[in-house]
């Protein structure tokens, strides 16, 4: 199970236990709805946390795999550069330069 699948069922089971125990407390309506409004509040701030730490973590993840991929590519060429000069030496040619 991926970590983002993992997060987004904890925080549905953070929401939905919340709006429960909420729901079936015997307080007045109005304090009920005020703690449902703050409840809320909280875990939509938990919610833009934990995406913008995901966020930051593809980020990563994807600057790496840049890096990785350009790295190589330059060994692709130079051993196809090495490849054309040993060619080369066999045809009685020259070297030839990437």
Do not use: C, W
Not at 12 to 30: H, N, Q, R, T, Y
């Amino acid at each position: 199970m991926s970590k983002i699948n993992v997060v987004a069922g904890f925080l549905a089971g953070a929401i939905a236990g919340a709006v429960m125990g909420l729901l079936i407390a015997p307080d007045k309506g109005s304090k009920t709805a005020q703690k449902l409004k703050e409840t809320m509040k909280d875990v939509s701030r938990s919610v833009a946390d934990t995406f913008e730490s995901q966020k930051e973590y593809l980020e990563s993840q994807l600057n790496k795999f840049k890096k990785d991929v350009q790295a190589e590519k330059d060994d692709v060429r130079r051993t196809a550069a090495e490849a054309a000069n040993v060619a080369g030496k066999k045809a009685g040619g020259t070297n030839v330069n990437m």
